[in-house]
């Protein structure tokens, strides 16, 4: 730690808020924010929001309902932040948006930063998007479109075009009296980027750097070599890869000629992991997005996909089942103990699912390590495998009192797990040359091959051995 | 963009690593690098390994195995960054550790950050740590002891104890001067506290506004109030949480006397963020953890718990069918029809369930708000349920020949559904007000509740009006 000489005058102390504070919403909070409005105190009502910030504020609106929630939203257009209506759950926010309208809206995209503008923008629906750019000063939506013009979700949408470059002829010197000269510098910056005439980005000095070294000094020397550049178009989740690989704060972005022509900072990286991470857990449940605020018929209707394309596999499994009617007509128990191998084999295969589906995301599993994976996965499986058959055969011998029957469930349960691993590892690996993303769409391959292999294996093996 | 005067004089272009370039190993690089390694030839091995970065290299010597991994180590061993050992896998790194020798990891760990240097001393083995820790410098190994004293994956685990603190009565120009001659400052730092004589927080300084302001302005007036303090035992999840929540680069972390002791940076809090949402992401799938890595038996021990857990619901459904077995045997088609019920209510409540696991996770569902939940999962599972009883109820008619077996199964599919969803969300929910995580247990409740009701529902109405 850097030390110094301390003095026994007392600056006056500021109370900052401590962090548990910003956890959650507490339910006292919410009453008095509800009695500020019910008041129709706006004072009152300021005070609660102020230490909140934009995502508390957030929280509140959605907690809100109905007739609250457009009172609160009222209140809230007399100081509006618009911050908070970017950490808004998408419906909300369509709703809220509408209600404040475009000027209000405009006139709070003006005063952020581009990257933020973009962000907000691009959270409205078409309508309002194409209302708020017409309501906007000139220059900033030409910045605007440029941005939209990008694909979704690249490096371009992300990027914020305000920095800080200067040439590589200037001193240390040159640069501090720059930057206390210009009024129109970005809120934070963390890096200043060193360009040629053309605007080609030749290196980078960290802030911690300027401000370590004498005014003499030439940026030439003191510039650190641009260790990553983003290109316009990678997509956002690989910006974010790269960004936790390298421990990055900032990043340059150029175009195809090394061109600087923005920065992204690590705070806008952290949404975009926040994002990918949710994604990828709605996926592996099946679930289009998070649909907590969404109404029952918009929820009702995005999940109806999933699960009808489930039920497709759920009739499979049954037409399988059907081949066997004559058996189970013989000998009833076979009814009752097939959902076990079916449920067993069904759950290990999500876990080798859930591994590989993350590893295939992290760059860990690629065909160059595939063989030996999908070996050790057959060896787990047949570990398990002779574990559970031995497990599960004993209670099927002793329910039915069979040892015929316990046999056959043990065979079955093998049999199973062993193809559980496999399909748990191969199907997200072959989704994942595809177009698909293998989150998406593996779950529902994966449970339709260990429920056909599971009731073929035990019933099959039931008819064959058993009548 | 801040503008500035071009000159015709070209700078030296650096070339920078293209960002593409670091999304996984390509097959050429590995090959390349195990000819070198195959060849002796620790030259080549140095220039390739250089432009990979930590977590590239760590992620080469993950994919070698056997006699070529060791090779890759020992020859690794004479340019050896502590930082890849921080990247590897756990399972790999023990291995990887042990072949490197005490010596040489604590020469190493000496010469990083202390959060660096107690986040790689956290990842070794117990007898490893011990070895290492009387092989540092004394003043470090008292900070290490100091580190791990803290709870686990607290604040104080993640801090980093090098800052900038300096006192309010300075001026800008002091502080710059004190900069340019200090010379144990921490290597990157996004901001300067400010503190009292006992060393209370009482302000802090982003370096961009030290370094566009004139030398003679007092700190006092410059310092803006600390918006966060994060407390020393925080959990780093929450850290993460307040982070993101407030798009912090920085944030200082004190101890119960609001004394300023160290300093978060965002990088570690991105991996704690990673870290977090892959382990919620293994959770929900059954497993314990990333297991890519793990041997065999170790992997298949780990996932045998959560299968024996399963086996004891699967059993509790079969016991349900069981008590129908005479039913069954008169009606077949009841068997083969049943496990549709049973395979659509465990997929519509991991739609539901999955959603209400990461929302508690967001703080975004609390039992403030449970009730409108839970009504809207009702009317959702009601929406579906009755969509579902259409196509399921024809498909079992026609497939039956029989309107009553038709109008059993859209019966049992209704409430299966309704069933289905409500546990879905009460299940994560009870879980979360106690000491368990939801998104461990959840699962398996869930498909026990999911496929008995199905059984009961499609059996039991079976029994009741089809006999």
Redesign the interface.
Known sequence: ??E???????????Q?????D????D?EL?RSAVAALDAGDDDALREILAPM?P??VA?LI??L?GAQRTLMVEHFAGFFDPLVLAELDETVREEVAAQLGTAVIARAIAALDSDDALALILTLGEDMQRRVLHAVPEALRNMLEEGLAFPEDSAGRLMQ??????????TVGEV?D???E?D???D???DIF?V??RH????MI???R?????RPVAI?DLMA???????LE?DQE??A?????????S?PVVDAS?RLIGVI???D???V??EE??E???R????RE???YHA??N??RS??G???F??L???A??IV??FF?GT??QI??L??????A???GG??G??T???A???IAM????V??AA??LS?EV??GL??GV??AV??GG?AWL?SGSPAIGGVMAAAMVITMIVAGLAGLAIPLGLSQTRFDPAVASGVFL?TVT?VVAFLAFLGLGAWFLL
Request: glycine share 4%; aromatic share 8%; charged share 20%.
């Open positions: 730690m850097a110094f000489a301390t003095d026994p005058e007392t600056a006056p102390a500021v900052p808020v401590q962090a548990e910003l956890l959650g919403l339910a919410v910030g995502a508390g929280d959605e907690i309902h075009r305000e920095l800080v470059a200067v040439p590589s002829f200037w501090i720059f930057l206390r210009s129109d510098l970005p934070d910056f963390y060193v040629d005439p080609r980005l030749i290196g960290a802030l911690s300027v401000l370590r070294t004498r030439l070599p641009v260790l990553v550049t983003i290109p990678m690989e910006v890869y790269v960004f936790s690989r390298q421990d990055l704060v990043a090394n900072t690590v705070d990286v952290v949404d992991i926040h991470a949710a990828d857990i709605m592996l449940g099946g679930v998070d649909d907590l029952v018929l929820t009702g999940r109806f999933w699960l009808f489930n039920l596999t759920a009739i499994a049954s089942i059907g009617e189970i007509e009833v128990i009814a009752v103990l097939m959902p076990i079916a449920s067993m759950n290990a999500t876990q699912l859930t591994v589906v993350r590893a760059k860990e599993l690629t160059a390590n030996r994976m050790k060896l787990v570990f398990n574990l559970f497990i599960v209670v329910w449970t429920d």
